[in-house]
């Protein structure tokens, strides 16, 4: 009988410390706040990370984001290049040579094309996602600045500084039937045309001057077909296009 009592009288008093403890506890975090460098804890925008160009990436100015490849473009207008950052990582993976003090950058996610204006050598540098690699160079207005791009009509649209003028670039540097920009012709191509035809996707899921194989004007079933075809084997070409 004493011991149960003096059981009970334990739990109780066990009981008691802990209302009486945890409050002090929990109090005590409350006071210390949340850990440091946990900013987005508190709903607003916070630095996270701080990716270093380098000697080899000096001054840089402008910067776009590939979303469908997670990759980051920087012009680096104090060394003529651009940086190319996987966002995944958050490290520098290739630097690309472009033109003379470039300025700024505009992907389409489509085609994978990266735009960078040139501010000295008043052009624009294109690069190619998949290569990193500098595919055209097209001569704009005087000092290129802005730059910006609609990826439904692959237009690119270029501020000059020099001569207050904007310069209208259409990009047909495609592969025909690589509707996904990824550099081949695939089923994915396909697949994405019949989808696309079908109403399940968007015009931006994919290049539409590259779904129109056949060069109709027009994006049907009959060019997903023609891409299977090729991808069987079954035909070697598209069919031609042009007068
Ligand atoms: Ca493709
Ligand atoms: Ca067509």
Redesign the pocket.
Known sequence: MMRARTAILRLVLVGLAGVLVLPLVVGVLALRGPPSGAGADDGGPSVIATITTGLGGRSPQGVAVDPNTNRIYVANSGSNNVSVIDGASNTVVATVAVGSNPRGVAVNPTTNHIYVTDNFSSNVSVIDGASNTVVATVAVGMSPQGVAVNPNTNRIYVANWGDDTVSVIEDNSFLR??????????M??AMLIAQYVAGLIGSGALHLTAADVNCSGGVSMVDAMLVAQKVAGLISEFPACGP
Not at 177 to 186: A, E, K, L
């Open positions: 039937g690589d509707v996904n920009g990824d550099g081949q012709v695939s994915v191509d």
